[in-house]
Structures are given as structure tokens and as C-alpha cells.
């Protein structure tokens, strides 16, 4: 196992196949034909521990390379899409190999049950702060257009959730000229959010910081995918879900990935009480099929757990929605698979051939792969 947690004979089980493949001449024997007296010879000498020692050490370099050559060629590149926007790093896979079949395989890592933009964080549900998706939180205003305002210049949140929150303002102002949009609370620390509870449970009375603050590590705001909104048109503050101006954006959030994360009838589920503020990164088709099914977070992680590779899978189209794809019949468009990690630290996960995916974990005990369509 090397630093990388890349196992390669783990990966290859089927190496000593490879070494059958050396001809004797590979090996370094010459096996033209030769009078029966010569080979009598070469017997003879090959019984000298020098000369056997030679041939063996040229077998295992010749056999080495041999192996690199045939392994490398059955190794797939993966487009560079395929990690996901921003997050290359943390949802990198440990390796991807493709096996001949319609699907491919790529092996992941136990570390990635808990990065991803589907990641489940909730009362009961800690968040881990994985390195790699911390030290990806980026300042908003090194990324941002000027299609909305920032209450904190010093907010900070995914590369990818940035991203997709310019489209979704510049689009807004393309389509209204309305440019209030107001980013009030992004990215939080485990210290940020110690000394907000504390706040709210000094101003108010613990009860209430109970009911609207997360405690600290159980916020969704640690993991830099959620963000809360309000209107500051020229210094007058409103609600997003008050404003008539809004409504564009009520409307079309979720086309660019964007939940209502904490909706009015789903508090029994989410634990947390409505909040027209609070919005969630969990990027497309997630946040469509959602708003279709009106389930909030916590009911999509279960429902995505029924759809597997060896059962049914989700494809998503724009035109149609959410179909359901029996193992056996080929999914037209993006399609949505669940798999439960293996025993170990590694997992291998099968890519209809022809997808790039992204992948994410849940928080908790499995991985979604969001397989796209090549272009
Ligand atoms: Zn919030």
C-alpha cells in the first residue's frame, strides 16, 4: 500500500497471469534449435548460481515492465469533469479501471462517505470538517460577479457553489435587472458557530437558540454548501420569500442546484424550523428531482438508497423527469446510482461506459454516483 492508499495488488489480483505471458526468449533463454550436444552444454552451465541468478533478475525486469505496459493500457483516463466542479480533490477516486464491459470500475475510499454536495448534516448527523473539503473553502469576493451582494466581505464557500450562484444571479438579472440578492451567512467554523449559539442563547433564551442554531459541528453551514440569504435593496432588508421581486429566484434556484433546505412542512423531519432563508447547494439533477417529489434532504438520502447497480438505477432527463431503470435495460440520461461502501477501506463502483459522474457521499454510510451523458 503506498502513500496514495493504492493497493496494486489488491487491484490486480490477476498479476501471475501476466507473468505466464513471458516467452521463453523474454526470460532471456534462447530456444532456437541447436544440436543436441550445445544444449547438453547449456544445461550444464545454466547449473552455475551466477549465471541462473542473472537470468532470474532479467525475468523479474523484463516481467515488471511487461506488467506496467499491460496495466497502464487498461487503466481510463478520467475527464477532468468527472470530479465534480471544485472539489477535484476531494472526490478524486483512488483509481479507475476499465474492465471490458459496458460499465467501468473505479475504486474510492472510505474518506469520501463524507465530502460531497449530497452530504447529510443534520442534529443527529455530525459533520467531520474532512481536510480536503476545508481547505477548499474559498472567499466569495475573490470568485463573485456583481450580480449580488456580499453582508460579510470575508464569506467564504465552496469554488463550485460560487459558481453556481453567479449563473444563478446573473441570470436573475439578465431576465428581472434585480441585483438585491443578499448572501447574509455562509461558510462557519466550529468556532464561528460556538460563539453564534452563544449569542442567540444570551439574547434570547436557550430555547430559542435550540430551535434556529445548530450546534456546533451539526451545522450545515460548516460544510460551505449552504448559505443564508435575505434583499438589501440599498440598505432596506426583506425576507427572499416576502419579496415580490423574488420571486424569479424562488422559482428557478433549484435549476441551478439550489434547495430551500429547511421548507415549512418538513420540520418533523429536518428537526429545524422553516426557514425561508436558508438555502442549500446539492447541485443538479438533485435539487430538480427533489422539488419534484417535494422531499427535503433527509427523505432523498433514503429514497436514493432503493436505486442501485444491480437493481434499479434514477435517470433524469430535463423533458421528462425521473425514469426507473430495471439493471438490465440501458438508462437514457443522467443517471443516479447508490452503493453502499464494501467492508475495508476501498469500494468498487461501476460507471455505465460512456459517463463521466461526479460522486458524493451521504454523510453517513454510502455513496451517489451522478453519471452524465459524454457530450
Ligand atoms: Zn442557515
Known amino acids: 500500500m503506498n502513500e496514495n492508499g493504492y ?23 534462447d530456444t532456437r534449435r541447436k544440436p543436441v550436444s550445445r544444449i547438453r552444454r547449456r544445461r550444464r552451465k545454466s547449473l552455475n548460481p551466477g549465471v541462473l541468478l542473472i537470468c532470474l533478475i532479467l525475468a523479474a525486469v523484463i516481467g515488471v515492465s511487461l506488467y506496467l505496459i499491460i496495466s497502464g ?39 469520501q462517505i463524507y465530502v460531497g454536495d449530497l452530504i447529510l448534516v443534520n442534529a443527529s448527523t455530525e459533520y467531520r470538517f474532512p481536510a480536503e473539503a476545508e481547505n477548499s473553502i474559498t472567499a466569495v469576493s475573490s470568485l463573485k460577479n456583481g450580480y449580488y451582494l456580499l453582508a460579510d466581505p470575508d464569506a467564504k464557500l465552496e469554488p463550485k457553489v460560487i459558481e453556481s450562484f453567479n449563473k444563478l444571479c446573473s441570470d436573475y438579472y439578465a431576465y428581472s435587472g434585480f441585483a438585491y440578492m443578499q448572501v447574509n451567512s455562509a461558510y462557519r467554523s466550529r468556532d464561528d458557530q460556538i460563539s453564534i ?6 439574547s434570547y433564551g436557550a430555547d430559542y437558540a435550540k430551535a434556529y442554531v445548530a450546534n456546533p459541528g451539526f451545522s450545515e453551514h460548516h460544510t460551505g454548501l449552504a448559505m443564508d440569504l435575505n434583499i438589501n435593496r440599498n440598505g432596506a432588508i426583506s425576507y427572499v420569500e416576502s419579496d415580490e421581486g423574488a420571486a424569479w429566484f424562488r422559482e428557478n434556484a433549484g435549476n441551478y442546484g439550489f434547495i430551500l433546505r429547511y421548507p415549512s412542512d418538513k420540520v418533523y423531519m429536518t428537526g429545524i424550523n422553516y426557514e425561508s432563508w436558508h438555502y442549500r ?25 432503493d436505486y442501485t447497480y444491480d437493481t434499479t438505477r434514477i435517470a433524469y432527463n430535463n423533458a421528462t423527469g425521473v425514469e426507473y431503470v430495471p439493471a438490465e435495460e440501458d ?7 447508490y452503493y453502499a461502501p464494501s467492508e475495508g477501506e476501498e469500494t468498487e463502483i461501476k460507471i455505465p461506459k460512456g459517463y463521466t459522474y461526479e460522486l458524493s457521499g451521504n454523510n453517513t454510510d454510502g455513496f451517489i454516483i451522478t453519471a452524465n451523458p459524454d457530450a
Open 281 to 305: 447547494y446539492v447541485g443538479t439533477p438533485h435539487s430538480l428531482i427533489m422539488n419534484d417529489m417535494n422531499m427535503c434532504l433527509e427523505e432523498y438520502e433514503r429514497f436514493l438508497k
Open 7 to 29: 493497493d496494486p495488488h489488491g487491484q490486480f489480483p490477476e498479476m501471475p497471469e501476466v507473468k505466464r505471458r513471458y516467452t521463453p526468449e523474454e526470460a532471456g533463454h
Open 197 to 202: 449559539y452563544n449569542q442567540y442563547t444570551e
Open 73 to 111: 493500457k487498461n487503466r481510463t483516463a478520467l475527464p477532468q469533469e468527472t470530479s465534480g466542479v471544485s472539489a477535484g480533490e476531494t472526490t478524486e477516486p483512488l483509481e479507475s479501471v476499465d474492465d471490458g464491459r459496458d460499465w467501468y470500475t473505479v475504486t474510492v475510499s472510505e474518506a
Open 331 to 337: 438508462a437514457d440520461g443522467r443517471t443516479l446510482i
